[in-house]
């Protein structure tokens, strides 16, 4: 059991506050990922789980046990750092026995557990190098074999991947999911990639100055986002924006100048608003049709071609709605130029609707 | 015509094709001769020194000052060494040398380690005032010495550590302190502190940290410390004279009662000789260690 639970947490740095009264749990066995821009309070979380940063008031619970003053040894965990933050004057057996070794553990368990952990992660030949003469992806491995060594029930991870360059970023992406599979223990991971934390998720906590925006499923993050900034944040490229307003009643239409989209399908938080009410419609690019295939929904209408970005694997298209600039993603075999004119169409049920004033999902 | 011969792949022959030729430029010449000049010019009175603790007196007193020796002897080197008078004892600078050694190596051993753990808990322990006692460590560096040698005296009277060993060691930790630590709280400040993170998730404490992870790390800017430390001291006039006591006074004070002597002819055979072998231990410091010194100098740009 490893639940890690973290209750009405408080930090500030002087004034500033960074976390107020945040909650938020691990389930045993779950990998959760802190998703958010640079500075909205995900390392802190995390550092704060960990121990190393002091605290100014909540508690955290990990494994049904308070550690909110426990020093981080003591915690139950083990950190990777996005600098890997290796021991340089040791080498690779040396760093991954260094806990064991000042916790006064017996030589013959700590080469068993060195082995181990350099048979999980493929390491075995590199035990006797220097970190300096490892290549990026060796030594974020061997970050990981040192929380592995220490037979802990959650690993926290600090942007493991950052400092790795995008193939072996993906390589090592598979590895810690492999990894999850395997251990099944509670992992906790801090990530500006939406598409790291989309592919390692359970759960998703989206961030955004110090206040968990959603806290649910990959899927439903995408496809169900709260409000602007998640839908926004998810997605690349973004998730296409047009604001305009809706008329409520029986059969709610959204309306933007020369656009009036029926929203028969759209299914509402809640009842659809009575009268007319300022919105923001989204949708995905991927989820917009083209041609023929446009003409089959529920609603479509014309538009020209701006640009065509080809991005090999799919093409970007962008067009005008309603005066507000629109994106397209389709099959690259499509032939599509600039200056084209084009049906386009998309199904309102697979869009998302906010207030234009709160941000919030209708 | 140009965009023909380019078209068909021919190249005039002063078109720019490769590898930028290098010329001799009459600026070239006239910067190392400046060079080499001012090179001859701070090396003359070394030369100078070393020729003359080879030559008898005799000898000094009718040649040219640049002449090489015709009778080259090291009786100088030796007399200085065993023999030249200070004031009544005339034994010469060795025990001087002794008494220098005695001083230099615990002192630069103590002000290193307790700079480098100061410097170390100033960047990795965030307590209470260490920004406080970071600015009056750094102030430290600016305060004139003789506005404090009185009281230091009287401190180190009223402990019984005045003239004595243990006293010098004491002062020359203090003075290094300033320096020391700023030097040393820099180098470990551009470590990256997710070192000093992973070090306590793996159960290290204060000291573990310090002396498993933090010291075998400092390696290069313990070495610029060690020539600061090894230079300073060894060639320190001023508090040896003061506070090391008749007893201990280091290689400098010896040195300058051999040459300062009022009777007869200035014996600058002698005198020469004796001041070569009190410069000659940070000279091989240098030497020896100069390579490290500038790599430690630059290490704090480098990250491990």
Redo the contacts between chains.
Sequence with gaps: MAQVSVRDLDISFGAVKVLQKLNVTAEDGEFLVLLGPSGCGKSTLLNAIAGLLDINGGQIFIGGKNVTWEEPKDRGIGMVFQSYALYPQMTVEKNLSFALRVAGFKRDEIATRVARAAEILQIGPLLQRKPANLSGGQRQRVAIGRALVRDVDVFLFDEPLSNLDAKLRGELRVEIKRLHHRLRNTMIYVTHDQVEAMTLANRIAIMRDGVIQQLDTPHNIYHRPVNLFVAGFIGSPGMNFISGEIAGGAHPVFTAPGLSVPLAGYQFDGSPPSGKVAAVLGIRPEHVSIRDAAAALPFSTDSEIDIVEPMGSDTVAWAKLADQSFTIRCDSEIALEAGQKLRLGFDPARGSLFNAETGNRL | MSTLAMDIGIRAADEPWGGRPKRLTAGRVGLYAFLIISAIFFLIPLYVMVITSLKAMPEILSSNVLALPEKPTVQPWIDAWLHACTGRDCTGLHPGFFNSVKITVPAVIVSIFISSLTGYALSFWHYRGAGFFFGLLVFGAFVPYQVVIYPIILGLRTVHLFSTLPGIIAVHTIFGMPVLVLLFRNFYAGL?I??F????????GFW?TFF??ML??SVPITVVALILQVTGIWNDFLFGVIYAGRANWPMTVQLLNIVHTTQGIPQYDVNMAATIEAAAVPLIIYFVSGRWFVRGIAAGAVK?
């Design positions: 990256p997710e070192l993170k992973a070090a306590r998730v793996d159960g290290a573990q498993r992870i075998p790390m491990g």
